[in-house]
């Protein structure tokens, strides 16, 4: 007859960090959407940037049930933000609130990478647009990128996903140049 293969994949989940987001989830008590994070688990999914939507579960008394949620691979996300490129030389990404790239215009290799760490020298520039960010409030500089002697204007828009109060950010560089042309 017909053999079927059955395999089962164990994954600790008891770790700090899922443990933390659990009661995270829970007491905030509202939609939540997870930082990103790399699919390991899944064959077909191995390697891609996901996320997860998460609602926690009252009953009408207000009594905890437990949580809902799904993975949600960002490729879709990702694509359209390579469509925004406000002038042929700008270039965009959506920033989690972790501080992750979630998506580029044009560097696919910046996934799940830190964008302070990608412009530590301009450290207080973009924590400053973080901090504005947080309130929910656009914010925007300028920077000069020695590798290419280029001046860039940045610009931060929030972009709100969840109900938990974390806001993610589009962001985008246009070099001044470019912006000043006739």
């Not at 109900?163 to 140049?177: C, M, N, Q, S």
Request: proline share 4%.
């Amino acid at each position: 007859g017909e053999k079927y293969i059955f395999d089962q994949v164990y994954k600790d989940t008891a770790d700090q960090i899922v443990k933390g987001l659990y009661y995270q989830i829970k007491d905030i008590g509202k939609l939540m959407i997870t930082d990103p994070y790399l699919d390991e688990t899944s064959y077909n999914l191995k390697g891609i940037l996901m996320v997860s939507p998460v609602m926690p579960m009252f009953d009408n008394s207000g009594k905890y049930l437990g949580q809902v949620g799904v993975d949600l691979a960002l490729t879709d996300i990702q694509k359209i933000v390579q469509g925004i490129n406000p002038f042929k030389s700008s270039i965009s990404y959506l920033v989690a609130p972790n501080k992750k790239i979630a998506a580029h215009s044009k560097d696919t290799s910046l996934y799940n990478k830190d964008i302070i760490e990608q412009n530590k020298e301009f450290t207080s520039e973009y924590q400053k647009a973080f901090d504005a960010i947080n309130q929910n409030t656009s914010s925007s500089f300028e920077i000069e990128r020695k590798e290419t002697s280029t001046t860039y204007y940045v610009s931060f828009a929030p972009i709100k996903l969840g109900d938990d109060g974390r806001i993610w950010a589009l962001v985008t560089e246009t070099p001044i140049r470019v912006l000043t042309e006739k």
